[in-house]
């Protein structure tokens, strides 16, 4: 069983801005992929001001509006991948990680990378079902 | 049920040639996962001349090969995690994602990362049955 | 069917001691996805001595310590994702790669990028079925 999910209109208009048309997530059997995101304000199409840390916590939080948009959570994340610009944020990272889920937590994989845009990238996988 | 791929006899010469036995293609379920490409001349194992886009171009012909190969398509790809050493190459990328795949099209996550050959490092996941 | 891994006590104590609280492995189906490892002593924290190789063989170690406290092997291993922090390294991760796993081989991506500790970072997705 495969399913795409269309994007939720704020997020679509977002990403039209920037000639984006890539899935948002993509449903195969009981596992949810998703597109990599960065912390940028959906309006103006600039990273989210706060540094590392606000962006992160923004980032989680268009993740979770598409889960939601989905009938699922934050819950139900079993992995986590982030890229960060600056390696010595990965203390702020880890903070807004350890505050948005809630234990037993996703898995996760943190390396250090260039960005396009943004100072965090984090790419998500989910389930159907939740992990707690 | 798992299964293994093995590679087309063009591609296991040109990795042979590098030492590398890596599976091309390991299918778990409902989803298939891929080993990463670059933009190889499989014959002469040089990077395709052309940079980023014409690089990117050929790997995903590459893939497009092994799916072939496995009774399968571009459209069942689910999700495409690229690797850029120019992170101003971001727009010819775009390009020839949309243009290689069609709507809707797959999830993506891009960011900059050093590679050991080539402008662009791609890797696939796939699936049974296709997105569209 | 979902099932959140508890780590080993072991390797529990020594994320403890960096923060660290994400889990080790989550399974989902037949799929088992994982937290990216480097190659650290569980009980100082600090890097293994020896350099790149070392620092994989290490890492793979530590997974196969775990896949066996899930009742699987390094044989249940499909794909292998790979950062480096130093490219000119790729020979050395490769010899251990193909001395650690037997053929047919998992799926591996390789590519470059700066790590928060350590000269590799090694994030593996498993099966319930073996590859072999």
Known sequence: MIK??????????AMARFGLKNSTAIQVGDLIMFSGMTGLDLETGQPIEGGTAAQARHT????????????????????VNAHLVNLEDFGAWNDVFLDVFDPPYPCRTTVGAPLI???IEIEITAATEPRR
Chains 1, 2, 3 share one sequence.
């Open 4 to 13: 795409v999910h269309a994007s939720t209109p704020r997020l679509e208009a």
């Open 60 to 79: 989680l939080g268009v993740f979770d509006d598409i889960l939601h948009d989905l009938g699922l959570s934050l819950d139900h994340v079993v992995k």
């Open 117 to 119: 845009i943004g100072l």
